[in-house]
């Protein structure tokens, strides 16, 4: 039975004013309910329905069509990140220069293919440009997943989460330790409140070296025994293992050695001065960190600590230990709640209820932090470094975000800023979207 024109006319017509495809649904369902289009009718405007592209702005700007015979229907999302930043340093002992900075500037592109693909491609032009992401990932026997490219390997609570949800500006003095992307193959499962990651490494595209790449392995588990409406209870452990790249700097020239490098700014990158490094250590056969994270959020109130240690194994002297740690608060002014993803271990974004310039002034956020870093054993004195950080958060939308921190030096002991204990104020403007 064929459509009446009028009917017709009349659906389509009202679905081309309808701003988005879940509106045409809706209309046709109305129309049938109020017998202008029989049921036969509205299957088949139903049908033809299925294949229109649909549009969505709730995390970016994401096209999709919309399919019957696919559970993941087809997609494509275009997103991009945003950091300007400026900092200010009241100077100790040596001088330090007040800047501004792109600190990120990111565009990706991502989605699904084929039912049971996911990709995503992310270019980074501020500051050492090139891929971020570049990496597919095969999803057909879910929760089961298989990742291969360019994507960040599972290690560490703070290192794993997106750069766009960190609580502060800059993640703690442990990152020292932490390689964040690298080409490889990964795998990964979880459950209603845990996840295990792993994967096999190479050398992170656009590192400079002079001999062989490095390699190395990573895993990392989480899980919340607690979980519920009212609050979480994360516990995870990660490690690493990595044979290093051979000449690790940009020298080139004479012997090739297998060398590693820890060093950290004090949690403002707009510096030029690294405050702890241990400079390059030579004849390294392999290095292992470890991890350890605990975490806990009840309502507008969240905690999160994290406890890592690199083993350095040398030819010919004798092994190094590192470690580093750091442990914050915070606490939603507004009432927001930080949601933590079960499946991939982390907390993810505040978005805030009332956001700016509708019905109200966005989301407020206060958080406190101690960061520690110890890059000194054996014949290495990289040097010892605490820090205490405040930070102000003020999410205005799900996209715009400005951020006040205050960093104090608290102690650095040891490596080429010894004594030195700066106080820093930097701030952001953030967009994602």
């Keep these: 039975m064929r459509p009446h024109p009028i009917a017709v006319c009349t659906a389509l017509a009202c679905a081309c004013l309808a ?16 017998g202008v289009i029989t049921m036969d009718e509205y299957a088949e405007l139903k049908a ?3 294949g229109e592209p649909t549009v969505s702005t709730d995390d970016g700007f994401k096209l999709s069509t919309r399919d019957s015979t696919t559970s993941t229907p087809p997609s494509f999302q275009v997103g991009t990140l945003q950091q300007l930043d400026y900092a200010a340093y009241d100077d100790d002992k040596a001088a330090l220069s007040d800047g501004s900075e792109l600190r990120r500037s990111r565009l990706s592109i991502g989605g699904t293919f084929l039912t049971d693909w996911q990709y995503r491609v992310e270019y980074e032009f501020s500051g050492t440009t090139g891929v971020t992401d570049a990496y597919v990932t095969y999803n057909a026997h879910k929760p089961f997943s298989l990742t291969l490219g360019q994507f960040k390997q599972p290690f560490g609570m703070e290192a794993y989460a997106s ?21 490889g193959i990964g795998a990964g499962t979880s459950g209603a409140n845990w996840s295990i990651n792993g994967g096999l490494f190479g050398e992170p595209v656009g590192n400079a070296q002079a001999g062989n790449d490095g390699y190395g392995a990573a895993a990392r588990a989480s899980w919340a025994p607690i ?18 790249t051979q000449d690790n700097s940009t020298n080139a020239s004479g012997p090739k050695f297998d060398t590693v490098r820890f060093r950290s700014k004090p949690e403002s990158n707009v510096l030029a001065q690294r405050f702890v490094d241990t400079g390059e250590i030579r004849d390294v056969n392999d290095y292992t960190t470890v991890g350890l994270e605990l975490a806990a959020a009840r309502g507008a ?19 190094l230990d590192f470690d580093g740690w750091y442990a914050q608060f915070a606490w939603t002014i507004t009432g927001e709640a930080r949601p933590y993803l079960a499946n991939r271990g982390f907390f993810d974004g505040i978005r805030p209820s009332n956001p700016f310039g509708k019905t109200g002034w ?3 956020e206060l958080a406190l932090r101690l960061s520690e870093i110890d890059l000194t054993d054996g014949n290495i004195h990289g040097g010892k470094e605490r820090n205490a950080t405040a930070a102000l958060n003020w999410y205005l939308n799900q996209y715009l975000r400005v951020s006040a921190n205050l960093v104090k030096v608290l102690e650095v002991d040891g490596g080429p800023m010894h004594d030195d204990e700066p106080t820093i104020f930097q701030t952001r403007l953030q967009f994602a979207y």
């Design 48 to 50: 033809e329905q299925k």
């Design 227 to 244: 979980l519920t409406d009212e609050g979480v209870v994360h516990l995870g452990l990660g490690a690493t293992w990595r044979v290093p």
């Design 19 to 34: 701003p988005a495809a879940h509106a045409k649904s809706n209309l046709l369902e109305l129309l049938a309910q109020k």
């Design 362 to 364: 966005g989301a407020f």
């Design 301 to 319: 109130a969240s905690f999160q600590g994290e406890y890592q240690m690199a083993q350095v194994s040398r030819g010919g002297a004798s092994t």
């Design 163 to 183: 750069d766009k949800n960190l609580t502060f500006m800059e993640r703690g003095l442990p990152f020292a330790f932490v390689i964040t992307r690298a080409p």
